[in-house]
């Protein structure tokens, strides 16, 4: 994946747990655990803005782009004829 998901990091520099981070954010705790453990694939604005608001982080706190490893080219393969 090219993003890397950094909320669990920034709840352990905050030492915020799902409930306090629930409450600060309005959000379910149990909505909080899923976007803990599973980065998600769409993120609204206001998610976002609430998250960085309630651990005083910047958006580029939570989310980092990660560039895919370059694959090697191998040879280009000769056809076989038969």
Known sequence: MGIEWRLAGQM??????????GLATGLHPNTISKLKHK???????????RL?????C??????????EPQL???????PQGG
């Open 52 to 56: 960085c608001e309630a651990l005083d």
């Open 39 to 49: 980065p998600p694939l769409r993120l609204e604005m206001a998610t976002l803005m």
């Open 72 to 78: 090697e080219q191998s040879e280009p393969q000769q």
């Open 58 to 67: 910047q958006p580029g706190d939570l989310l980092a782009y990660c560039a």
């Open 12 to 21: 352990a520099k905050q030492g915020m747990n799902y409930r306090r981070l």
